[in-house]
């Protein structure tokens, strides 16, 4: 257990605030069953890709499916929102919040419905 609930402290001590209690108990759960990756792991995947600042975290599930959808701020300070699959710690999606900076890619096809 405290392998499992360290990552979550750690995310919650370095971005206060940007996850909320349901999703942390819900996280939390899903990790125990095996379903998803610690949050340590995800936030690990989304900085070597974008670097910056997560200025908000909500975990979603669709049809079984778990997605860790993320606000940030790039390092280069461009604003995205980014899905990530929980299960696998692949990106899916990542749109930039300006057009100026569009940025958007798809990893997998079978995701084009996460808007």
């Given amino acids: 257990m405290r392998k499992i609930f360290l990552p979550l402290l750690a995310a919650m001590a370095v971005f206060p605030g940007t996850v909320g209690a349901d999703d942390q108990d819900r996280a939390l759960e899903a990790v125990r069953r095996g379903e998803i990756l610690p949050l340590a792991d995800i936030l690990a995947v989304v900085d ?3 670097g910056g600042r997560v200025i908000e ?4 599930a669709d049809d079984g499916v778990y997605v ?7 390092a280069q300070g461009r604003l995205y929102e980014v899905y990530v699959d929980a299960k696998s710690g692949r990106i899916i999606e990542a749109e930039a919040e300006y057009e100026s900076y569009d940025d958007d890619y ?4 079978n995701y084009d419905d996460w808007d």
Avoid: K, W
């Avoid at 798809?106 to 096809?109: C, G, L, R, V």
């Fill in 48 to 50: 070597a890709r974008f």
């Fill in 57 to 60: 975290i909500e975990l979603d």
């Fill in 106 to 109: 798809d990893d997998y096809d």
């Fill in 68 to 74: 860790y959808e993320m606000e940030l701020v790039s």
